[in-house]
């Protein structure tokens, strides 16, 4: 696969600056190319073959807005504001539970022609973590700009929806989006993902957040109504002083998804929460990779992650927390539990922790196994057939995940998104 | 209503159990007593279906051989096993769990599925009259449930369910004597003319409470001898080993 930058930089007319950021990293990355098993990051996932054996005729999108989406899909029965991109652009939002002056809202493609905006994001332009930020970089056309003021607090949550139709078959979509939630702010805000006729894709998507002094971001994420397409979506969070970061993943419904979540906990007294539930069949490949750094003292962490995998499906929780030498008092918790329930799907779990302070709490556990036989003949002595004692079983399971969300409105919508997913499912 | 024909069990080459005969009628209590290892909790595996046994014989239970039949069909068709050890099932909420239970088991009855509010109600007042809290039962199956509660809640599902044969492997033991009591009048409420029961227990005291219509006594895999009530009482007296010699 090949891809024409130079016809998007012809139909992408950026600013000289820009313009320099676009070249410089379209090179590292062409230097570098799709990472591949070889780079101990995706060991247990070899992007470059994914996308040669799936997506071998991938191209950067024209410069077209194809903003059409069925209002259908938007949730019903729950109050929210909402942010729609289509294919990764931005198409529209809307605000009208909340004290709109409050909040600076633009699509990033105004934000990239701004010269005194962009001046305000330039510096993300700067993170080399991989080769994929670095095309994220060059090929950026698109996303969101968020900005909330110092002491406001959303009345409702907000939900973003990344619609993908068919104009985005076969296409690597390079969306970033910028969110920063001022001092003692609070957002709860739900990703929602949902394609149309099972389009193929890759998304390579850079979500930036930045969350200051006493803040509270809580996070959620469901790509339960994706379909066919493939993703890999970095999330990196800064977090000040005494701030908290909530996030749940529901990662079910593509075909492959790595999501990458780092959380520099850069002042002290402020937490992060990274829970999961991965639950896949047929031949899906997931894998989540957090990084937690505490880089100051008195912050906390835990991560909850539980898995169960039919079929043939593959999935990996690579899990690091590192802790600073000045990082004193830290409590680090990260925890992951699978299930694999047929002898073609696997489970990779690499726990790591990388301490140097030396007045820390850090611990972590990791287990793999079946459901135990004696639980399935306990249920079926009660009349249940087989297949119903898996699923309460493996229902059970999970929920332990979902009820470490703390937003009850959410919480019963991801609730209903599981619970459909678990009666669609064959045990 | 059961007719155990010369049935024969082994695990791993080992004969567990060796041409055993049991027949129960409607509306009996049969209690089987016997020394450790004589074979009690594997008849009741069996019986419930539970897999790893090779096993020989037939056990005609409503016109059909129980033992071919698969293990939530035989719960479905009025079986019920009290555990010995009933398990911690994480995750898994009691109510949730009782209700998707009592609603197959009704299904096929050819009875309405109970609601939610239906379901409460009756569960509620079964649980009352265990003593059970029913804060207990929004809790995760047995998770946490002292040895009591564990055998209790056993008793509680039996109640619900309405079973056509309770089989209840060593319910009493681990049981204080208020519990025993609680739990023998769960049982003699559920006596009827179509019920029959069959009673697992080392000891006699249980069936001081629970009056059996016959006591058998299981010595290494079969039946050694068959009495009435008076039975258990002698056991107790004399203990397996002197009856085994005079046998």
């Not at chain 1, 090949?2 to 950026?14: D, G, W």
């Not at chain 2, 088991?105 to 009352?128: C, N, T, Y």
Request: charged share 25%; glycine share 4%.
């Amino acid at each position: 696969m090949i891809l024409n930058f130079n016809k998007f930089q012809k139909t992408n007319q950026s600013g000289s600056e820009l313009n320099n950021i676009r070249i410089k990293n379209f090179n590292i990355f062409k230097k570098k190319g799709f990472p591949s098993k070889k780079e101990e990051n995706w060991k247990y996932t070899d992007l470059k073959t994914i996308l040669f054996n799936n997506l071998n005729k991938l191209e950067i999108p024209k410069n077209k807005k194809t903003s059409q989406y069925n209002s259908e899909q938007l949730l019903e029965n729950f109050q929210h504001n909402q942010i729609i991109l289509v294919n990764g652009d931005f198409v529209s939002s809307n605000f009208s539970f909340e004290a709109e002056e409050k909040i600076k809202i633009k699509s990033l493609k105004m934000v990239l022609k701004d010269k005194k905006i962009f001046k305000k994001i330039i510096n993300y332009f700067t993170n080399q973590q991989n080769s994929l930020v670095s095309l994220n970089h060059a090929l950026v056309n698109d996303g969101i700009f968020l900005e909330i003021e110092d002491n406001y607090s959303f009345k409702k949550p907000l939900v973003i929806y990344n619609f993908f139709n068919k104009s985005s078959e076969n296409k690597i979509i390079n969306n970033k989006n910028f969110i920063l939630l001022g001092k003692n702010s609070k957002l709860s805000l739900l990703e929602y993902y949902k394609d149309e006729d099972c389009v193929k894709y890759f998304n390579n998507a850079v979500h930036n957040y930045s969350i200051q002094k006493n803040a509270i971001l809580k996070k959620f994420s469901t790509d339960n109504n994706l379909h066919n397409s493939y993703n890999y979506h970095l999330t990196n969070v800064k977090s000040y002083s005494n701030s908290v970061f909530e996030n749940f993943l529901f990662s079910s419904g593509s075909s492959f998804i790595k999501s990458e979540i780092h959380c520099d906990l850069l002042e002290s007294f402020s937490s992060c929460f990274v829970n999961a539930i991965i639950f896949l069949s047929n031949q899906q490949h997931h894998e989540l990779k957090t990084n937690i750094n505490h880089r100051s003292e008195h912050c906390k962490s835990s991560q909850l992650v539980k898995s169960v995998l039919l079929d043939m499906s593959n999935a990996t929780y690579q899990g690091k927390i590192y802790v600073e030498k000045n990082a004193q008092k830290t409590d680090g918790y990260q925890l992951s539990k699978a299930l694999v329930l047929s002898k073609n799907s696997a489970f990779n779990s690499k726990p790591e922790l990388e301490i140097y302070a030396d007045d820390v709490k850090c611990s972590h556990g990791s287990t793999t196994g079946n459901i135990d036989q004696n639980f399935i003949f306990y249920l079926m002595s009660r009349g249940l057939s087989k297949e119903q004692a898996n699923k309460i079983l493996v229902e059970g399971f999970l929920n332990e995940a979902i009820e470490t969300i703390t937003e009850t409105n959410i919480q019963s919508l991801i609730s209903k998104l599981f619970i459909d997913k678990i009666n669609k499912t064959k045990f | 209503m059961l007719d155990i024909n010369n049935l024969s069990a082994s695990v791993d080459g080992k004969k567990i159990l060796a041409g055993f005969n049991l027949k129960i009628r409607p509306g009996e209590v049969h209690a089987i007593m016997g020394p450790n290892a004589s074979g009690k909790s594997t008849l009741a595996n069996i019986l419930a279906g539970k897999s790893g046994y090779k096993i020989e014989g037939t056990a005609i239970y409503d016109g059909k051989n129980l033992l071919d039949l698969p293990v939530e069909e035989r719960a479905q068709k009025g079986i019920f096993l009290a555990f010995q050890y009933p398990l911690e099932i994480p995750g898994v909420n009691t109510n949730n769990f009782l209700k998707i239970s009592l609603n197959t088991i009704r299904k096929v009855k050819g009875l309405k599925e109970l609601d939610s509010l239906d379901f409460l109600k009756l569960v509620k007042e079964k649980a009352k009259k265990l003593k059970i809290n029913e804060n207990m039962l929004s809790r995760e199956l047995n998770v946490g449930f002292s040895g009591g509660e564990k055998k209790k809640n056993e008793i509680l599902q039996m109640t619900i369910l309405e079973p056509k044969l309770a089989i209840l492997d060593e319910t009493d033991s681990g049981l204080d004597i208020d519990a025993i009591k609680i739990v023998s009048d769960g049982v003699n409420s559920l006596r009827s003319k179509e019920r029959s029961f069959l009673i697992i227990t080392h000891y006699q005291r249980l069936l001081d409470y629970i009056k059996p219509d016959f006591v058998h006594v299981l010595v290494e895999g079969k039946i050694a001898k068959t009495g009435c009530g008076e039975l258990a009482l002698e056991l107790e007296k004399v203990g397996y080993t002197e009856m085994e010699a005079s046998k």
